[in-house]
């Protein structure tokens, strides 16, 4: 057997097989064994974290980088410390809000340059359909996107255009035939027209009329009409960001049926409850929003039967000027929370209060996304993987102070709160990225291309 040049000793490794005393060996930012505790091989370095937990590292295929273009909103160089300090290891970075969108090879090829020795982690990237660069998809495989993304209704920024069930069609029987999957943001326009249309303009500053301006039923409309695209199409597709649990009977009948259909939610969703948003409270904003403390409950409910698939945080920064913190008008305030660096930690706070475990907490952020991402070698702490962990404290606990944060702009609605888990030390393929507040190792994160 070849020496390992790392072994790291623990007493609760979370492997796929379940949570046991081990030796994981590394040789070459590779795992070559997991090892019984006792019967580590030889190493230059062993580091032993006693009954600390080691987590694989997380998998966020939900990131809006928004460099090159818009790097005054985050940048890679930000957002992947974030990612370390969070025990986050590979990214997947959104096709928008960056200039040019990744909707071209050509963009996709700007992205990367833009990325190249900027990163802290590992990342990849995702293509965008818009109307009419269906001839776009397959040179944007080519150069290496994972997937694709469309909006089906106004994503934010001029620069990515919804698509209709029209423009779906040919990019779905595309998409089916490279291999991939097509991500959605899952509102139609229509519900929240009619909502629009059935009442007076609400206070602005109230969180209630931001609400009742986005219902459930744009997102239970929209994941039925995907879910008859897939079943004609036969495109494997990806649910982001689910928020209303009226969505969720649908995706279980879909599953039952065999449709390749997943679906993520996200830490937000999970942690706040509608009833508690003070108006003004723009921070909070995003689409679709956070709804009622039932809904909460049975977002848990379906992570726990895999109904949904994983956590992902789709980190979506912007200046705080953008976010209307001071007139607290939910109209105008950019719709989106970052979370990239709390998204672990958030998830497990609530995780334990509702008695989930840390191997939950593995398939919900590392295991599951990594495999929408078609990570093959990511996600999991087993032999022939990439040696991506993370040493986390199940019990420490933080405050969430916004200046400390490594993302661009201090702007978080968990400020102030106290979260469960704390991340220790965090590695990229044997590599320590991450070591209590410090990064020792600088910008060693890679492109993972497939
Ligand atoms: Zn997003």
Redesign the pocket.
Known sequence: MRDADLVILGTRVVTPEGVRPAAVAIAGGVITGVHEHGAAPDASRRLDVKDAIVLPGGVDP?V?VNEPGRTEWEGFETATRAGAAGGVTTIVD?PLNSLPVTTTAIALKVKARAAAGRATVDYAFWGGVVPGNVQQLAPLARAGARGFKCFLVPSGIDEFPPVTARDLRPAMAQIAELGLALLV?AELPGPIQRAAASRAPGDPRRYASYLASRPAAAEVEAVDLILDLCRETGCRVHI??VSAAETLEPLRAAKRAGLPVSAETCPHYLTFAAEEIADGATAWKCAPPIRERSNRDRLWDALADGTLDFVAS?H?PAPPALKCLDTGDFVRAWGGVASLELALAATWSGARQRRRDVQDLARWCAERPARLAGFGRKGRIAAGCDADLVVFDPDGRFVVEPDRLRQRHPVTPYAGMTLAGVVRQTFVRGVCVYDSGAFPAGKVGTWVKP
Request: net charge negative; no cysteine.
């Open positions: 939900h809006h959104m943001h982001v960001h789709d979506s």
